[in-house]
């Protein structure tokens, strides 16, 4: 139903979901007949999709829709809406809706497929629709797709999360979790790589668990299954959690030749007191030997991280053990946040609350040892050839990037386009985290 004319935008914050999601968005206003934009001032239709993870992310969110109060004036026609996971929670919701009456549309996680019918609803109403659910539903497919990363595509492989670690808002407003029925994820797979696509990322909150709520099927057995489809392709997943990724999935992620050798498992923290009561439900002891294991199976696997500091109770001597777990593992990278407090979730009440000014020089000393550590597995790097899917073009650099199997980025120049070939390239020069290099035929 091509019926309309004109420029969408979508403004995402947050995970790989969310971009995902947009892409889903894009895709419902892509087949109505609008024409996606990456600039705001030229649209006839604004997105928000936002993210409810940590405080910075909503202020983010917050202050930019604020902003476009200005572009709604001078375009009476313009139709903004909000959605995700900011505005899954109903209070939030209501009062982005009296703090931005502008806003024509406010929809959550749970109804992102319906996003249509609320577009429709809305060009026929001059009141803001405003629709959240208050439960989950079942896995629905058919929703159409408007891809913007190629060579690499996302694919959902669950939905939810049943984890319920103290400090995540994410179980409240992504609802329990649901898989998707194997064949579904598959055959989306298949057309992938049929029509080019060199990457796949399968996505869920913990992908471990996948196929915990069907009959037969383990997140092994999809590796299996999808690493069987003929082509020319990498895949990779996320994210993990250490308490379900067991022997199993290591020796599927060994033997599968499509798989890159590159896993996301984040720890969190290093000290068991923490991890007790952030109810990850392993210990230092369990993660360390998931880790021995993993490099048993495939020694040369890059392993990358989540870590938090400044958990409520968190002290010098916690935090000293996170920074002898990073120093012991040796992470390929590690994406390091301080706690923020999610209303709503358990350690949002605990007591000892740390001040912001501890939790900071603990993360600048926790990002000056990663830093290092990165900047020694680079030297490594000088001299090798390695096999780069090339992902794009940087304006700035004037290079094309891409990325190896162990997920490490390299810049490269050429005269030609590469995006979505795979190319061998030479590292010439290291130094922190990105690599640069020529291509070598
Ligand atoms: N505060 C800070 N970081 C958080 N994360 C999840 N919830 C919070 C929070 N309340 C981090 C975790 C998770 C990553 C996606 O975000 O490290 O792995
Ligand atoms: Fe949040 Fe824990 Fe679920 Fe990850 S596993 S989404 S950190 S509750």
Redesign the pocket.
């Known amino acids: 139903m091509k019926n309309f004319n004109g420029n969408f935008c979508i403004i995402t914050y947050g995970?790989q979901m969310n971009l995902h999601e947009s892409e889903k968005i894009a895709g419902i206003l892509s087949d109505l007949g609008y024409n996606q934009t990456f600039d705001q001032n030229n649209s006839d239709v604004i997105v928000f999709n936002t993210c409810c993870?940590?405080e910075n992310a909503e202020q983010r969110a917050e202050g930019n829709i604020g902003a476009l109060k200005k572009l709604k004036k001078s375009n009476k026609n313009l139709i903004i809406a909000v959605g995700g996971c900011m505005t899954q929670q109903k209070e939030y919701a209501k009062s982005l809706h009296e703090k931005f009456p502008f806003v024509d549309i406010i929809f959550g996680t749970h109804n992102l497929e319906d996003f249509k019918e609320l577009f429709l609803k809305k060009l026929q109403s001059k009141k803001p629709v405003i629709s959240i659910e208050d439960k989950e539903g079942d896995v629905r497919e058919g929703t159409p797709n408007l891809r913007n990363s190629f060579p690499n595509a996302w694919v959902n492989i669950t939905y939810g999360c049943n984890n319920f670690c103290t400090?995540?808002?994410v179980p409240y407003v992504r609802g329990r979790e649901r898989s998707r029925a194997p064949q579904d994820i598959i055959n989306e797979c298949k057309s992938l790589i049929k029509d080019g696509y060199k990457e796949i990322t399968l996505l869920g909150q913990n992908v471990n668990s996948y196929g915990n709520d069907l009959q037969g099927v383990n997140f092994a057995y999809l590796i299996d299954e999808i690493s069987k489809i003929e082509g020319d392709f990498r895949l990779r997943f996320m994210?993990n959690h250490p308490k379900d990724f067991n022997e199993q999935l290591i020796k599927a992620i060994a033997n599968s030749t499509k798989t890159c050798k590159s896993v996301h498992l984040?720890v969190?923290a290093g000290s068991n007191r923490i991890l007790k009561l952030m109810n990850r439900r392993y210990t230092r002891e369990d993660y360390l030997d998931k880790v021995d294991l993993l490099r048993k199976y495939i020694p040369d696997v890059s392993i990358t991280t989540?870590?938090?500091v400044g958990f409520p109770t968190e002290t010098e001597e916690d935090f000293l053990d996170t920074v002898d777990l990073v120093e012991t593992v040796k992470f390929a990278g590690a994406?390091t946040?301080?706690?923020?407090k999610?209303k709503g979730t358990p350690a949002a009440t605990m007591d000892g609350q740390i001040p912001i000014e501890v939790a900071t020089k603990r993360i600048v000393k926790l990002i000056d040892i990663q830093n290092s550590i990165n900047r020694e597995q680079s030297k490594g790097y000088k001299g090798k050839t390695v096999e780069i899917l090339c992902e794009g073009f940087d304006d700035k650099k004037k290079m094309y990037l891409g990325r190896d199997t162990y997920g490490r980025m390299a810049y490269f120049s050429s005269d030609v386009d590469l995006i979505g070939q795979f190319v061998n390239v030479k590292i010439t020069k290291t130094g922190g985290i990105s690599l640069i290099g020529e291509v070598v035929k």
């Open positions: 995970c993870i940590r400090y995540c808002i994210t984040p969190q989540d870590i938090m994406f946040f301080i706690y923020s999610r």
